[in-house]
């Protein structure tokens, strides 16, 4: 049932049921209710009841009422009987009223001829609906930075599809599979949006990068070889960008001056990056938050591939210089005919 401002679920598993609604985009926070009449007396009763459970020795507690609609009582009203009843029935716990900063609040809702009580509200994780706006790919590397991006996009509604490219056998089967861990992580934050993710190789043309390029561009070479092999994803899933967890100087790829050379790469789809202005305390915090962080600082093989002295400071012409030595096209049409789809 809804109504302005509250959606309304019964359940015969109040507690389990709030703690899922408090992983659902969207909802702010979560109250597991009593339901009950507008009848003042109906309404005592069921918060005696509820108080003579939550409220305990020696602390305090107050009482907040809401109504909507017409009825023979004031707000004030409810929260003075109310209160005094507590007082009473309560008094060899020894409670006491506390208005600005109680231990427990006595919460009552009245709707025209029902009414709700409840003495807990779960926060919840707010954002918008996941699907009230446009699907995006993200390219998920299992690390501690992708999976947050992924999860901040979907929180303002975007449903995202992982992307895992595979740097085998720069990289190893554990990093592969952290980024596998990661999007199983994100799936129980996408009440269903994602049910897949893209597994593609990409082995051969970092060999070929390596062989064919300055080895101070391979990182940039290859996050540009990544740009595109995810926007031709996107274009089959009919996606509206390109997620990455790039942070200005995280690393020596996500300088601004390396930022700018490599996104000209992308021709067809922007390129969103949530975390640009975040550091790693601020990322990391976010990803104990979603459940991704134990995961993503797993032992894995680091890519061997990675230059020793990386460009910092790349200009776009000496990338499009290199390029012109590989054959980049085939390059992603080859990576995206060995890409395979994983259903989650």
Not at 22 to 31: K, L, N
Not at 98 to 104: C, E, F, S, V
Not at 230 to 241: C, L, R, V
Request: proline share 5%; charged share 25%; aromatic share 6%.
């Amino acid at each position: 049932m809804h109504m302005r401002g509250r959606i309304y679920i019964k359940t015969n598993k109040p507690q389990e049921t709030a703690q899922t609604l408090t992983r659902v985009f969207g909802i702010s926070s979560v109250s597991p209710a009593k339901q009950t009449t507008s009848d003042l007396k109906a309404i005592t009763d069921t918060a005696l009841t509820l108080a003579e459970n939550t409220v305990q020795e020696n602390t305090t507690f107050a009482v907040r009422c809401h109504r909507v609609g017409t009825h023979p009582y004031s707000s004030v009203e409810v929260c003075r009987e109310l209160g005094k009843q507590i007082l009473t029935k309560l008094k060899q716990r020894n409670p006491t009223v506390n208005l600005t900063a109680p231990d427990t609040t006595v919460t009552v809702e009245v709707r025209d001829k029902e009414a709700y009580v409840y003495a807990e509200t779960k926060q919840g994780v707010g954002g918008f609906p996941l699907g009230t706006q446009a699907k995006t790919v993200c390219l998920l590397s299992g690390g501690i930075d992708s999976p947050v991006a992924c999860w901040l996009t979907m929180k303002r509604g975007s449903p995202t599809i992982p992307i895992y490219i595979d740097n085998s056998p720069f990289t190893d089967e554990t990093t592969k599979q952290k980024a596998i861990l990661t999007a199983k992580k994100l799936q129980e934050w996408s009440a269903g949006y994602i049910r897949k993710m893209y597994i593609v190789p990409n082995g051969e043309n970092m060999k070929t990068i390596q062989e064919k390029a300055p080895a101070r561009f391979t990182c940039l070479l290859c996050k540009r070889l990544m740009y595109r092999i995810a926007e031709q994803i996107a274009q089959t899933e009919k996606t509206h960008g390109i997620i990455t967890g790039e942070a200005i100087g995280e690393q020596a790829s996500q300088t601004m001056h390396n930022l700018y050379a490599i996104d000209e790469a992308a021709k067809l789809y922007p390129i969103h990056r949530p975390l640009l202005g975040f550091d790693k305390i601020e990322t990391e915090a976010l990803a104990r938050k979603i459940g991704t962080f134990e995961i993503s600082i797993q032992k894995a093989k680091g890519c061997t591939a990675a230059p020793s002295q990386p460009a910092t400071r790349a200009r776009l012409n000496a990338l499009l210089e290199a390029e012109e030595n590989l054959n980049v096209a085939e390059m992603v049409q080859g990576a995206l005919r060995a890409a395979e789809v994983l259903r989650l």
